[in-house]
């Protein structure tokens, strides 16, 4: 089994930034396509951003574009998520997830082979 284990949420104000970062212990590949999914209550899970194995490729979603930004390091196993300029609407339980077949474009959750316990975003007015 691969553990994937968020960190860097928090308690934000409307405008800050944010680093999310996942690591990946256990067996891990570097080519696994990684990327990142948000859920607030009441609301169904959404795709936020992919990037693919090579790192060379990602894909944000249109809600977030211009504002965030997705990097992996595969030496750590780890990927990130840098979001800047945070507003209300982002807050969310955001959750990395694992892809054994997934590339640099919008992802679904039926399709994600391993998912993180998720990491709480609140960004206040």
């Known amino acids: 089994q691969v553990q994937l284990v968020e960190s860097g949420g928090g308690l934000v104000q409307a405008g800050d930034s944010l680093r999310l970062s996942c690591a990946a212990s256990?067996?891990?590949?570097?080519?696994?396509?990684m990327g990142w999914f948000r859920q607030a209550p009441g609301k169904e899970r959404e795709f936020v951003a992919a990037i693919s194995w090579s790192g060379g490729s990602t894909y944000v979603a249109d809600s977030v574009k211009g504002r965030f930004t997705i990097s992996r390091d595969n030496a750590k196993n780890t990927v990130y998520l840098k979001m800047n300029s945070l507003k209300p609407e982002d807050t969310a339980v955001y959750y990395c997830?694992?892809?054994?077949?997934?590339?640099?474009?919008?992802?679904?959750?039926?399709?994600?082979?391993?998912w993180g316990e998720g990491t709480l975003v609140t960004v206040s007015s």
């Open positions: 256990g067996r891990t590949f570097s080519s696994v396509a």
């Open positions: 997830a694992a892809s054994l077949f997934g590339s640099a474009g919008i992802w679904y959750t039926h399709n994600i082979n391993y």
